[in-house]
């Protein structure tokens, strides 16, 4: 038990030390013969509230809701509420992180990193005697 | 000696599997979800506002229609990747029609209502119809 409690902050996910609610945005992985293409659903960030950090091999997704508050009117029916978005992901030597590209737009985050030229695929031609 | 052995998962790690399990699970088959964009609705004194996160979606493709008392939004969460040539390592994201309607309660003022659209969140402001309003009557005395 005394190994488990130890054990326990390691396991733990850090979402859970948070002071703010903090949602893991949705996201969609692509890859195609040149690069990988990550979409994220980041709803009600803009630029501002909008962070992309590379460090090293990490790439973290930061993004704030805009606050929605509306003067002189009260909200009476609620489905969602701003919250902080948060999603990291590793990213393998494969791909050239310096020409690493980020677009926002309606609302889905785009990031497009193109593969180092040592991985994309080359087809070999077969010589015959 | 230990009672259990070691490489077997602990209570927590197993813990923290079933949990991610479980919110996989009812993330990719939560209906409301992937069927209705999530909305907030404000009251004011002239009417509602109305806002709902439909991230993806073009602002052209979006269709509202008021039609007395009831709102309806319609649209498509569209994708631009060419499936054909691109793989998935992951699809999170809902793609697809959706329909959303909603009965206020007091007939909108039609001509009045504006809808903006930024990063992902579509606000209507549907003002309350002057005809629907209460209107004060005044007592006679004699």
């Known amino acids: 038990m005394t190994n488990n409690l130890q054990n326990m902050n390691k396991s733990v996910t850090p979402e859970m030390t948070k002071s703010e609610v903090t949602y893991s945005p949705n996201v969609d992985i692509v890859e195609t013969e040149k690069e990988i293409v990550l979409t994220s659903e980041l ?87 | 000696m230990y009672l259990f052995n070691k490489n077997l998962p602990t209570f927590f790690e197993t813990l923290e599997r079933v949990t991610r399990e479980f919110e996989d699970f009812t993330n990719n088959y939560s209906v409301s979800e992937t069927t209705a964009p999530k909305i907030n609705l404000y009251r004011g004194k002239d009417g509602v506002v109305l806002t709902a996160k439909v991230a993806g979606v073009d602002p052209k493709d979006l269709d509202i229609s008021i039609v007395g008392q009831t709102v309806t939004i319609k649209g498509n969460y569209k994708s631009e990747i060419d499936k054909e040539k691109a793989s998935f390592h992951r699809k999170e ?8 309607t909603l009965e206020l309660p007091f007939k909108v003022e039609v001509d009045k209502v504006e809808a903006e659209f930024d990063s992902g969140i579509l606000k209507i402001n549907m003002p309350q119809a002057d005809s629907d309003k209460p209107k004060k009557i005044a007592v006679k005395s004699k």
């Open chain 2, 93 to 100: 994201i809902k793609e697809g029609n959706f329909t959303r």
């Open chain 1, 43 to 129: 709803v009600g960030v803009d630029e501002k509230n909008l962070d992309v950090m590379l460090e090293n091999n990490v790439l973290t997704i930061t993004g704030k809701m805009k606050d929605e508050k509306l003067e002189d009117y009260e909200l009476i029916y609620s489905e969602y509420r701003p919250v902080k978005y948060e999603r990291s992901f590793t990213i393998s030597d494969e791909f050239d992180k310096k020409k690493l590209k980020a677009t926002l737009k309606n609302g889905l985050l785009t990031v497009s990193i193109p593969k180092a030229e040592k991985a994309v695929a080359k087809k070999i031609a077969v010589k015959t005697l």
